[in-house]
């Protein structure tokens, strides 16, 4: 993915997947049809979120909140500290939603449920890159 | 609203200020007339002392002639007359054609030409007179030699007659002209008074038309903006009205949320029948639900709302969090108890030019709605379990089945013998708590190998509350009350089956009385299932074997004399099932071999026996002898595990059942540890056991290596069980294991002509 889109133009926004199930990392990357939005890197915990986020700056990150080595809520945190106008989806299930509310309250911007579905899915996107 | 009120108030503004521009207007104005006033008033005093100023030219003019003829020094009166005769003609000059001045006392005043035609005809015919006038005094004025002779023979020096000539000549032209000129100026004072009273008069009559003016301006300002802001009251209070008519009508309870969460001013009126109360206002929203919902919902839905006031955050991405969609309530209904509801809150932000102003909260009571989708549900569950009943009892052998209920029956009758039994002390309490777990976890086991899942899940269901009651630091009388109930529960489930069970009979029999079932060869429907161990009876049963329901319907014992052999066949295919659903729902995969369990070859006695401890010892090596696949495969085994039951005559004249499985074998390590984490060893004891006492320890009631249990594992009884039916029999348990490779059981029977009729 990374190679692919190297040589196109800088244009658009960046995305980066942030899970630490590879089953949803590679869902989300096959489903998302956006125009404009493109995938540059996949990250299965927060330490290597940081990392990859320093290295790439995404416009736009989708966030688990459970995961190892660091969680979504202070992934979320220190990626806003970062970068104050990053857009980040909280993708998680809806079993614990003061936890989901927790990362909102740090900075994350909205909140898909799992499962969903691939239109499920783009429509948020959609929806977070219009805005309110 | 702030940019409507502005826009109202503009107009007024506007008037206003026309009206300030008016009146500045007319006070210009006025300020202007006035000050021609001014001048005005100067011209009249001016031209009164022209007349007196021409009075006194003459007095002068006189005089001088007086001292000539007296033969007194005559330069004073000269200068005197020279003096007045300037002022007027520089004044009179001045009225003409405006300039400066010189008044009568040497002082110099500009003067503004007089600019009426009468005014300047006066000045005109003065003027006529003064210049006849001037032309002769002139002379005297410009005289400037010696008058008298200094020899007494002569009077005057000839330049003296000369001018005493001159003087008379003067005296003659200003008595002739001097009347004329004190007349016209005199006419022109009149003339000038009367100028300015009318200029007063127009004066009283611009500022009379300009009060009347503003007055009208003031009445149509009051009138016009008096009507448009009344019919904008008018309208403001009908809109107000109409909405509170809708606040009134609406169902849904609407309010507004500020930003430090407290409750607008202006509410729906549902809101009281909801809330159960009249008064909203300033209140707090915290307040609004800490009664009515738990602590954890109520931290959460503040967060949540707390969210919506966040710019970042994109309200429709949301909603799905919002914890009081759905939320139950529960409101005191005023005699100790309370009453549930079940209400819906939502939440959208009210933003005006792009800024954050209110949360509009709607309530909406989905009580109804909720208790049907519950209603509707519960009725499908119940349809789909009586349908899983069915289908379970079409698909159990009828002899199988009936030996099930007959057993089942037994132990419910034991359970509640057991509930009976008095107990005082917590060893009695804890004793009663075991028998009554080994009599469910039997049913529970039998029922899951026939494939009853209902009976099955209703089982698990009576062991999650005996669970429970295990967990308890202390146990008194009052605990085992629940038990009862979950006990009747039970029984009315068995009923069900027994119920089905005739039902089936019923049906079967009339089928057989209809010409068509008749005319088939009766043995077809009437020949019992014979079926060689290890076929899947699961696959076959059919209302073919019902006629053995039928039969066994009316007398279970003498079905269970007549069709033993069923007993046994069906044994072996009970096992095999249990093992694939087992299998099948921990993703393992598993060979079953059965040896010496057919129907012969188990004395009647063990039967009952055999056939608990044989699916407890299969449930036990699935799900924790044998590993997953996966886990098999890098231990160099093949993946399905083998697992084989055998039950031999032994050389005494007694029964060995050897129970063996290739799986992971026993850890001790590990169930030294689970039984030091649940309370059934101290930690010392443990470190002083050999693996062979630490081996013995999963025989004990409340021993489970599952952390967390499920229906088929965790309880802590199926080894429980089986040791205490071995005691019963009078045998011997024995276990041995090599960890990672293999778990051998073998139970040693006596004699079975030893037993009495235990079974």
């Known amino acids: 993915m990374l190679s692919r889109n190297r040589t196109e133009a800088d244009a658009g926004m960046k995305m980066m997947i942030v899970d630490d199930s590879n089953i949803i990392r590679r869902k989300i990357e096959r489903s998302t049809e956006l125009d404009g939005v493109r995938i540059i890197g996949k990250a299965s915990n927060g330490v290597e979120a940081v990392h990859l986020f320093e290295k790439?700056?995404?416009?736009?990150?989708?966030?688990?909140?459970?995961?190892?080595?660091?969680?979504?809520?202070?992934?979320?945190?220190?990626?806003?500290?970062?970068?104050?106008?990053?857009?980040?989806?909280?993708?998680?299930?809806?079993?614990?939603?003061?936890?989901?509310?927790?990362?909102?309250?740090?900075?994350?911007?909205?909140?898909?449920?799992?499962?969903?579905?691939?239109?499920?899915?783009?429509?948020?996107?959609?929806?977070?890159?219009?805005?309110? | 609203m702030g940019g409507r009120e502005a826009g109202q108030y503009k107009g007024i503004i506007g008037a206003i200020g026309l009206f300030m521009v008016f009146v500045a207007?007319?006070?210009?104005?006025?300020?202007?007339?006035?000050?021609?006033?001014?001048?005005?008033?100067?011209?009249?005093?001016?031209?009164?002392?022209?007349?007196?100023?021409?009075?006194?030219?003459?007095?002068?003019?006189?005089?001088?002639?007086?001292?000539?003829?007296?033969?007194d020094p005559v330069e004073d009166a000269q200068l005197a007359l020279r003096r007045a005769a300037g002022s007027f003609d520089s004044i009179l000059s001045a009225m003409q054609g405006g300039g400066n001045a010189t008044g009568p006392a040497g002082n110099s005043v500009f003067l503004k030409p007089i600019s009426t035609f009468t005014g300047q005809g006066l000045l005109q015919d003065a003027s006529r007179s003064w210049e006849i006038f001037k032309e002769a005094l002139d002379p005297v004025l410009a005289f400037d030699g010696v008058v008298y002779a200094e020899r007494s023979s002569e009077f005057y020096t000839p330049a003296g007659a000369e001018f005493t000539g001159l003087v008379e000549s003067a005296v003659k032209v200003g008595s002739a002209?001097?009347?004329p000129i004190i007349t016209a100026m005199r006419r022109l004072v009149r003339h000038l008074e009367a100028e300015a009273a009318n200029r007063v008069a127009q004066l009283r009559l611009i500022q009379g038309g300009a009060v009347a003016v503003a007055l009208a301006l003031f009445v149509f300002i009051a009138v016009y903006f008096g009507r448009k802001i009344s019919r904008e009251e008018r309208a403001a209070s009908q809109a107000r009205q109409e909405t509170d008519n809708i606040l009134k009508t609406v169902s849904?309870?609407?309010?507004?949320?500020?930003?430090?969460?407290?409750?607008?001013?202006?509410?729906?009126?549902?809101?009281?029948?909801?809330?159960?109360k009249k008064s909203f206002a300033d209140s707090k929203f915290e307040r609004m639900l800490r009664d009515i919902v738990p602590e954890k919902t109520l931290k959460t839905a503040l967060d949540f709302v707390g969210l919506l006031w966040t710019d970042r955050v994109n309200a429709r991405l949301v909603k799905n969090l919002n914890p009081l969609s759905e939320v139950e309530v529960h409101f005191d209904?005023?005699?100790?108890?309370?009453?549930?509801?079940?209400?819906?809150?939502?939440?959208?932000?009210?933003?005006?030019?792009?800024?954050?102003?209110?949360?509009?909260?709607?309530?909406?009571?989905?009580?109804?709605r909720v208790l049907l989708a519950r209603e509707l549900e519960e009725s499908q569950t119940q349809s789909k379990e009586q349908l899983d009943l069915l289908l379970s009892i079409l698909h159990v052998e009828p002899s199988q089945l009936l030996a099930f209920l007959e057993d089942t029956d037994t132990s419910m009758k034991m359970v509640n013998t057991i509930l009976k039994e008095p107990a005082r002390d917590e060893a009695a309490f804890r004793s009663k708590l075991d028998g009554i777990f080994r009599q469910i976890h039997s049913m529970k086991g039998e029922a899951a190998a026939l494939g009853l899942g209902t009976v099955e899940h209703n089982a698990h269901e009576f062991e999650e509350l005996l669970n429970d009651m295990r967990g308890r630091d202390r146990l008194n009388g009052n605990d085992f009350l629940p038990l009862a109930v979950r006990l009747d529960h039970l029984f009315n489930h068995l009923d069900q089956v027994r119920d089905l069970v005739s039902r089936l009979a019923e049906l079967r029999m009339a089928i057989q009385n209809t010409p068509v079932e008749a005319a088939r060869p009766p043995h077809v429907a009437a020949v019992p299932d014979f079926r060689p161990a290890g076929d899947n009876p699961g696959q076959?049963?059919?209302?073919?074997?019902?006629?053995?329901?039928?039969?066994?319907?009316?007398?279970v014992s003498m079905s269970l004399g007549t069709s033993q052999s069923m007993v046994s066949g069906g044994l072996v295919g009970a096992l095999e099932n249990l093992v694939e659903r087992i299998a099948g729902e921990t993703g393992k995969k598993v060979q079953l071999q059965c040896k010496g369990l057919g129907d012969s070859e188990i004395p009647s006695v063990y039967r009952k026996a055999v056939k608990e401890m044989a699916v407890q010892f299969v449930r036990n090596a699935v799900i924790h002898g044998i590993e997953e696949p996966a886990a098999r495969q890098s231990s160099g085994k093949p993946d399905a595990g083998r697992l084989c039951i055998a039950f031999n005559p032994d050389p005494n004249g007694g029964h060995e059942m050897v129970i063996e499985d290739d799986g992971a074998g026993l850890d001790a390590t590990e169930i030294r540890s689970k039984a030091v984490a649940r309370g059934l060893i101290g930690q010392e004891e443990a470190d002083a056991m050999d693996n062979g006492r630490a081996f013995s320890l999963i025989f004990r009631a409340g021993f489970s290596?599952?952390?967390?249990?499920?229906?088929?594992?965790?309880?802590?009884?199926?080894?429980?069980?089986?040791?205490?039916?071995?005691?019963?029999?009078?045998?011997?348990?024995?276990?041995?294991?090599?960890k990672g490779r293999r778990t051998e059981f073998r139970v040693t029977l006596p004699a079975a002509d030893s037993q009495a009729d235990v079974a």
């Open chain 2, 252 to 276: 849904e309870g609407l309010f507004l949320l500020d930003k430090n969460m407290n409750i607008g001013s202006t509410h729906s009126q549902a809101m009281e029948r909801i809330f159960r």
């Open chain 2, 25 to 71: 207007g007319v006070f210009g104005l006025n300020f202007y007339m006035a000050e021609r006033l001014t001048t005005d008033g100067g011209g009249v005093t001016l031209a009164g002392e022209q007349s007196m100023l021409a009075e006194r030219l003459m007095k002068n003019l006189m005089m001088l002639e007086g001292r000539l003829v007296a033969g």
């Open chain 2, 177 to 179: 002209q001097i009347e």
């Open chain 2, 705 to 738: 290596t599952v952390d967390e249990a499920n229906k088929d594992a965790g309880r802590g009884v199926g080894l429980d069980l089986v040791r205490h039916r071995v005691r019963e029999l009078g045998g011997r348990l024995r276990l041995s294991s090599a």
């Open chain 1, 56 to 132: 790439t700056h995404p416009d736009l990150v989708t966030m688990d909140i459970t995961m190892p080595e660091m969680d979504g809520i202070e992934c979320v945190e220190r990626l806003v500290d970062l970068k104050p106008d990053v857009l980040i989806l909280v993708v998680s299930a809806l079993s614990d939603k003061s936890t989901a509310i927790e990362a909102l309250k740090k900075g994350a911007n909205g909140f898909l449920c799992k499962p969903f579905t691939d239109k499920q899915l783009n429509q948020a996107l959609a929806e977070l890159i219009r805005g309110e």
């Open chain 2, 540 to 555: 076959t049963a059919n209302l073919g074997t019902a006629g053995e329901v039928a039969e066994a319907g009316r007398s």
């Open chain 2, 333 to 368: 209904d005023g005699s100790g108890g309370f009453e549930t509801q079940y209400l819906q809150f939502d939440f959208n932000r009210v933003k005006q030019d792009g800024k954050l102003l209110h949360i509009l909260v709607t309530v909406t009571d989905v009580t109804q």
